[in-house]
């Protein structure tokens, strides 16, 4: 019963966090661009907090084998390094944990739940990048045969390699 009312402070504070935080943040009585000094740019403390994760991870994985490669992210279209890719991963494996425990409503099967549904972000990354290569490799076959098609037309109309 503790857990359950645990989740539910929780729930409520992050609730309250997103309304205060994100929805109606107070107005800055002067713009942020007023007062930076000339040529400086503003980074955030999240942004700051976020390129040090990322840094840890990528100090923590260097040489080692990693779960999502530079390669496979760039043949699924992805623009971003593995160690953001696998902070995005752990944070939804995070949420995805609370809600867990949340759905098991404070019993011994909130933890099983917690368990499963963490191991769903991990999994459920694995799956998104095969199904995004798979589909981008579908596209440029069917591109392929097409500019290969038109070459082959131009190549037999007489045309040079370069013109065609």
Do not use: Y
């Given at each position: 019963m ?5 989740g539910i ?8 966090a ?5 929805l109606?943040?107070?107005k ?9 000094e000339p040529?400086?740019?503003?980074v ?5 907090a ?9 100090s923590?994985?260097r040489?080692?084998?990693r ?7 760039d043949?699924?279209?992805?623009r ?14 995070a ?7 949340l ?8 933890v099983?739940f917690?368990v499963?549904f963490?191991a769903l972000?991990?999994t459920?990354?694995?799956?998104l ?7 981008r490799?579908?596209?440029f076959?069917?591109?392929?045969d097409d500019t ?6 131009s190549?037999?109309a007489g045309y040079g390699?370069?013109?065609?």
């Open positions: 503790t857990v359950f009312l645990i402070l929780l729930a409520a504070l992050a609730l309250l997103i309304v205060f935080f994100v109606a943040p107070p800055p009585r002067v713009s942020i661009d007023r007062r930076l040529g400086t740019t503003h955030s403390l999240l942004t700051r976020t390129e040090r994760t990322v840094s840890a991870i990528e923590s994985t040489g080692r084998r779960l999502f490669d530079e390669e496979e992210l043949l699924a279209g992805i971003m390094e593995p160690s953001q890719f696998l902070l995005v991963t752990f944070s939804s494996s949420a995805l944990a609370a809600l867990g425990i759905v098991g409503f404070g019993s011994l099967l909130s099983l917690a499963l963490a972000a991990p459920g990354a694995k799956i990048l095969a199904v995004r290569m798979a589909r490799r579908g596209k076959a069917v591109q392929l290969l098609q038109l070459i082959s037309g190549l037999r390699l370069v013109q065609a």
